[in-house]
């Protein structure tokens, strides 16, 4: 079984710009959660989708957005992209709604704003 | 509010010793998960081991064991016979609503 991809696995935007990073689970899986990872502040939670619904949402400004299709890829954007946006993304997708349920890691969208 | 602390930011062990990791949470939760991950170079995070809080017996997994003392609200890890490829930065994680991550244990291992 194929596991969790993302897309692009690197990206270098400049400030003000928007950006769209896409993430496909594991077959089967309807639950996708992502994370920001940065040195400063750590692995941060995002938000969550299930079933194309978000679940679960992090403490991040308005500005990060999601959303999943009927194929249960998801979609992660950010607008208006600020210098402290330049993280590592991670996309995880569980067989489960829940968290109890091992999540399993994509490779991570790494995200430079210049 | 979840919280995971990890002590420890960095630790080093030889090879084919053993190393243990710390960890303490917080949750208000009865019903819970706590993982190990594991993230190397590679930037890919990767389970270790789970374990469930209902649960008193201590999860195992190879050289990977847990020592999981639900009261006082400690989660270690312990990893014997180390391996070159064990290298790796660890997370603690507990599981609620979502996945709260600790700071990470950067784990050397030695030749």
């Known amino acids: 079984k194929a596991g969790v991809t993302q897309t692009p696995r690197y990206l270098i935007k400049t400030r003000g710009q928007q950006v769209t990073l896409s993430c496909s689970p594991i077959?089967?899986?309807?639950?996708v959660s992502w994370y920001q990872q940065t040195p400063g502040q750590g692995l941060q939670f995002l938000f969550e989708?299930?079933?194309?619904?978000?679940?679960n949402k992090g403490n991040f400004p308005g500005r990060f957005s999601g959303r999943q299709f009927s194929n249960s890829r998801s979609e992660m954007n950010v607008s208006t992209l600020e210098l402290g946006d330049s993280a590592l993304y991670l996309c995880?997708?569980?067989?489960?709604?829940?968290?109890?349920?091992?999540?399993?890691f994509g490779p991570g969208t790494r995200l430079t704003v210049l | 509010a979840q919280t995971v602390t990890q002590s420890q930011p960095e630790m080093s062990v030889q090879e084919a010793e053993t190393v243990t990791l710390s960890c303490t949470y917080d949750t208000s939760e009865s019903d819970y998960y706590l993982f190990w991950y594991k993230q190397p170079p590679s930037r890919q995070m990767i389970l270790v081991i789970r374990?469930?809080?209902?649960?008193?017996q201590n999860a195992t997994e190879n050289r990977f064991s847990v020592n999981f003392q639900k009261a006082a609200k400690s989660f270690s890890l312990k990893i014997s016979d180390s391996q070159l490829g064990d290298a790796a930065m660890y997370f603690c994680?507990?599981?609620?609503?979502?996945?709260?991550f600790g700071e990470g244990t950067q784990l050397t291992v030695n030749p």
């Open positions: 374990q469930e809080a209902y649960k008193q």
């Open positions: 989708y299930f079933s194309e619904t978000q679940r």
């Open positions: 994680v507990l599981s609620g609503s979502r996945l709260t």
């Open positions: 995880a997708s569980s067989s489960k709604r829940d968290s109890y349920n091992e999540q399993f």
């Open positions: 077959s089967g899986h309807r639950s």
